[in-house]
């Protein structure tokens, strides 16, 4: 059974990091394509990155690039996206996802991904 738990949300000033985690149990992270999402209020789910299941190629939507690094420990079954420079407009829960997709995991939209976690808040205020 695949599960999916997020961790190290919470709240952070302006300009500041976390680092978020998701473990995963019951199925090889190798054979899957991650996805980080987020969902602000009011808000539909957006795809945050990705990281195909077939060349670990990772993606990254354009609101994110430079500043958040999605990276996957396989030997721990562990997903990470650290988040550097946050902005106020990154507040959100913050979401993980898998799916064995055949083609970019940036073709997918959320609905496409059958496995997620239950979430972790981030708040970026001063």
């Known amino acids: 059974q695949v599960q999916l738990v997020e961790s190290g949300g919470g709240h952070v000033q302006p300009g500041g990091s976390l680092r978020l985690s998701c473990a995963a149990t019951?199925?090889?992270?190798?054979?899957?394509?991650i996805g980080w999402f987020r969902q602000a209020s009011g808000k539909e789910r957006e795809r945050v990155s990705c990281?195909?299941?077939?060349?670990?190629?990772?993606s990254y939507e354009d609101s994110v690039k430079g500043r958040f690094t999605m990276s996957v420990d396989n030997a721990k079954n562990m997903i990470y996206l650290q988040m550097n420079n946050l902005r106020p407009d990154d507040t959100a829960v913050y979401y993980c996802?898998?799916?064995?997709?055949?083609?970019?995991?940036?073709?997918?939209?959320?609905?496409?991904?059958?496995?997620w976690g239950p979430g972790t808040q981030v708040t970026v205020s001063s």
């Open positions: 996802a898998a799916e064995n997709l055949a083609l970019s995991c940036k073709v997918y939209r959320p609905h496409e991904y059958g496995n």
């Open positions: 019951g199925f090889s992270l190798r054979s899957y394509a």
């Open positions: 990281i195909n299941s077939s060349n670990r190629v990772t």
